[in-house]
Each structure stands twice: as structure tokens, then as C-alpha cells.
């Protein structure tokens, strides 16, 4: 099975901070990687897929890079209401699974 | 509006069975493939289940293979899951999700576009 590793786990910022977020797989999964927004008591919201097409409604502040292993979502200036947990998640394999998430919070 | 709702989450005992439910509306259900993914207290997110458009093709995480089952029906534009032998460790919020497909020329490339809102199942005596 494919696995996948955040980092880091939580990291702290300010508005306006640049915040850039790690996802490694086990494996070469190619641009099989999405990410998701997940703020407390919501369910997961998409916002990249394909490791770097933005969906549609997601501000542009907001961008993913990489392929094979490694792969980086960017938020280039953190807004108050960015502040939520992200997940990667690797669409190569049938049986999904997602990074175990990194924390954002206000420093 | 795209719209998936969840329900039949509840306290159950271990060793117990629940049966959850997602009544879709807003697209045409039987075109996509779904998925159930669950997330315990506190924890982050974990593939359960998935199922094809036409049922064809079923996948199980280890974790739950051999006492979940997945199904829709198309003409009730339903997704279940069916959960038996329950453990502690399967306590979570349980969202139903929407697999889509882009395609970069000849690539297909998965993702959840659309989640319900999660029903909460407790396993505990």
C-alpha cells in the first residue's frame, strides 16, 4: 500500500506569511495527488487535484507543485480564514489514503 | 446544487451493526463512482470504502474488509454501507464523498469534489 507523509504536522503563521506544506509517498504516484482544507467540524473541502489544477472556487493564493514522490502546497500570503488543517491524498492506487494532515495556526 | 447527505449513525454496542445511508441529489448519481471516508475523534482522515458507478468495482481498506459492505442503488440515488461486528476503533464521523475524474489528454486523475457533512458513529458498551 502506498503511504503518505506530511510535514510538518502543525506549523504556526501569520497573515500575509508565505506557508508552504510537504506530502512524500512511499512510492512514484506521477501527479496522482490532491489536497484538501478541513476546518473544525466541516467536512473536507478540495482544492487542488492533479497535483497542481486549482479547483474551481479556490482562491488563487493557493497553489501545488511536485510529481513522483514529493509534493508541496503553497499558500502565498495566509489569510484569517485559512487557518484549518490540510490533507494530501494520493489518487494512484485504488485504495486511497491521505497524509495524516497539518495543522495551521495563528502565531 | 450538488448535495450528499448522510444519516443512520448512532451509539451501538462492539460486535454491533449499523447500516449508514447518503441520499445524493443535484447530478446525475449514476455516472460516479463514491466513496465513504471516516474520520475518528480527533484524527485525521481515512478511506473506508469505494464503489463504481455501476457497482462493478469495490474496494475495502484493510482496516475494514470482511465486516463492511458498500452499495448504492442508482434509482434511489443512494450510497450505503453497511457496518457489522463493530469495534471501538471504527468510532468516527463517517462522510459519504463524490469521486471525479479529470482528464489530462489521455490521464484520468481522481478526486472527492463533493462531501456530506458527516454522521457521527459510536461504538461503545
Known amino acids: 500500500d502506498i503511504q503518505m507523509t506530511q510535514s510538518p504536522s502543525s506549523l504556526s503563521a501569520s497573515v500575509g506569511d508565505r506557508v508552504t506544506i510537504t506530502c512524500r509517498a512511499s512510492q512514484s504516484i506521477s501527479s496522482y495527488l490532491n489536497w484538501y482544507q478541513q476546518k473544525p467540524g466541516k467536512a473536507p473541502k478540495l482544492l487542488i487535484y492533479a497535483a497542481s489544477s486549482l479547483q474551481s472556487g479556490v482562491p488563487s493564493r493557493f497553489s501545488g507543485s511536485g510529481s513522483g514522490t514529493d509534493f508541496t502546497l503553497t499558500i502565498s500570503s495566509l489569510q484569517p480564514e485559512d487557518f484549518a488543517t490540510y490533507y494530501c491524498q494520493q489518487s494512484y492506487s485504488t485504495l486511497w489514503a491521505f497524509g495524516q494532515g497539518t495543522k495551521v495556526e495563528i502565531k | 446544487e450538488v448535495q450528499l447527505v448522510e444519516s443512520g449513525g448512532g451509539l451501538v454496542k462492539p460486535g454491533g451493526s449499523l447500516r449508514l445511508s447518503c441520499a445524493a441529489s443535484?447530478?446525475?448519481?449514476?455516472?460516479?463512482?463514491m466513496n465513504w471516508v471516516r474520520q475518528a475523534p480527533g484524527k485525521g482522515l481515512e478511506w473506508v470504502s469505494s464503489?463504481?458507478?455501476?457497482?462493478?468495482?469495490?474496494y475495502y481498506a484493510d482496516s475494514v474488509k470482511g465486516r463492511f459492505t458498500i452499495s448504492r442503488d442508482n434509482a434511489k440515488n443512494s450510497l450505503y454501507l453497511q457496518m457489522n461486528s463493530l469495534r471501538a476503533e471504527d468510532t468516527a464521523v463517517y462522510y459519504c464523498?463524490?469521486?471525479?475524474?479529470?482528464?489530462?489528454?489521455?490521464?484520468?486523475?481522481?478526486?472527492?469534489?463533493?462531501w456530506g457533512q458527516g454522521t457521527l458513529v459510536t461504538v461503545s458498551s
Open positions: 464523498a463524490r469521486e471525479t475524474e479529470y482528464y489530462d489528454i489521455l490521464t484520468g486523475y481522481s478526486h472527492f469534489d463533493y
Open positions: 464503489i463504481s458507478s455501476s457497482s462493478s468495482y469495490i
Open positions: 443535484g447530478f446525475t448519481f449514476s455516472s460516479y463512482s
